[in-house]
């Protein structure tokens, strides 16, 4: 245990040198993400498939979303499962592939460059995402602990191979006619099986036993969790059935109905959680991760809305204040208060572990609260004045909001610097 921080549960069993590079990757990432939609808020009044909207969709999915949580991962895996990593070097490729596709995928896409440089970058992103599957199920193989958090990490992760694996037949489909469709007849599978597959299914998994251990509540419902599991897998595999075959257009989107009902046992866990927790003060990266899960119901009304409500004409709005809602709203929610929980403990251990239990500062206290609570008004305002853009194409706020998400980009990244880099203060 920590000191200062006995509660967190969380044990050193991954070495800081592979995880450190996955969050700093991701700090810049949502960097560059905010400055790029600040420069170009006029993709909000074109379709969704257009280059500068797939690049900034791909930047914050995989260099910002993916890389702090394959990190996040790497560090908390253990504890789930109650063993070790399996491989470091798996890790450590996992990193080498993911740092270099990345850039050359979104770059690809930013200029719409469909040859060498988008397909190198994609053939590099599954080579990363295959060497993180291997280790997941190898790890979980090794600590034989087959319980529900090893069984949402590691379908997880498979969804993610899948996901990526698809997109990069979607990537050679643009000059070789891979699948029969256009390339964008399947951006909504693609899509879903990221959001849905691997982004939901690893955050409730890993989220169920973070949360409760952060407040320190006893709670845990292993028959809801299984519940949750099997709804979002029931409906995601449904919807690809539906979409694929071709029939019964209007149902496509209907399961999602099921994630619906699987938010809201999600929800009912967490309040449960925290009704019954033992520390009663709640820090504000607390407050921010759960109101990340409240933020979800944001896209998931969007996504009733386009099927059952709209005009065709409009979709294209609706359809991009959708992904903005996931990835610039819950996601990006969720992780800038993920972060101060987790990096700080990170950091404590690779500065401390080696000193006499003595005077040595809580993990709290290696990052600005200061900043972060400033960080994190910014961050709210900001995503308020986008969506309120988005839904009356107004660009001055469209800009304002942009801007303000900018300004909450720098101090998360500086005050990531900070605590990475923090020193014993003799």
Known sequence: MLA?????????????????????????SFLISCALLLLNTDIITQHYFNPKTL???????????????????????????????????????????????????????????????????????????????????????????????????????????????????????????????????????????????????????????????????????????????????????????????????????????????????????????????????VDEQMKISLLSVAMLLLPLLCLIVVIYFIREDSKPTIVLLYGFCIFFGWITALIIGMTFKTLPFIIWNKVYHTRAMGKTPAPKELFSENLFKVMGLLYLTGFILFVAGILILNDLLLKAGAAILLASAILYVINVVKTVFHRVKE
Not at 13 to 25: D, N
Not at 129 to 138: A, D, E, P, R, T
Not at 194 to 206: E, K, M, N, P, S
């Open 55 to 281: 690049a900034i969709t791909h930047l914050m999915a995989l260099g910002w979303g993916t890389m702090i949580i394959l990190g996040a991962s790497h560090q908390l895996l253990p504890v789930l499962i109650e063993g070790k990593l399996d491989s470091y070097l798996l890790a450590l490729l996992s990193f080498i592939f993911a740092a270099a596709g990345i850039p050359l995928l979104v770059t690809g896409f930013y200029l719409f460059n469909t040859g060498l440089i988008l397909q190198t970058g994609a053939i590099l992103v599954n080579a990363s995402v295959i060497c993180y599957f291997l280790n997941v199920i190898g790890s979980i193989v090794e600590s034989k602990k087959y319980n529900i958090h090893a069984f949402f990490i590691a379908t997880a992760s498979l969804w993610l191979f899948t996901t990526t694996f698809f997109g990069l037949l979607l990537v050679f489909n643009f000059s070789r006619s891979w699948l029969p469709e256009n390339s964008i007849e399947y951006l909504s599978i693609h899509a879903h099986m990221g959001l849905a597959g691997w982004f939901l299914l690893l955050i409730i998994g890993v989220a169920s036993r973070l949360i409760p251990m952060f407040l320190i509540s006893k709670y845990s419902s292993s028959v809801t969790l299984w519940w949750i599991f099997a709804l979002i897998n029931i409906a995601l595999f449904a919807f690809i059935i539906l979409k694929t075959s071709g029939a019964y257009p209007n149902l496509y989107y209907s399961p999602f109905l099921l994630v619906l009902i699987a938010l809201v046992l999600f929800g009912i866990y967490n309040y449960r959680a925290y009704r019954t927790r033992i520390r009663k003060h």
């Open 4 to 28: 200062g921080d006995s509660a967190s549960g969380l044990q050193q069993t991954t070495s800081h040198k592979v995880v450190l590079p996955f969050y700093v990757f991701a700090a810049a």
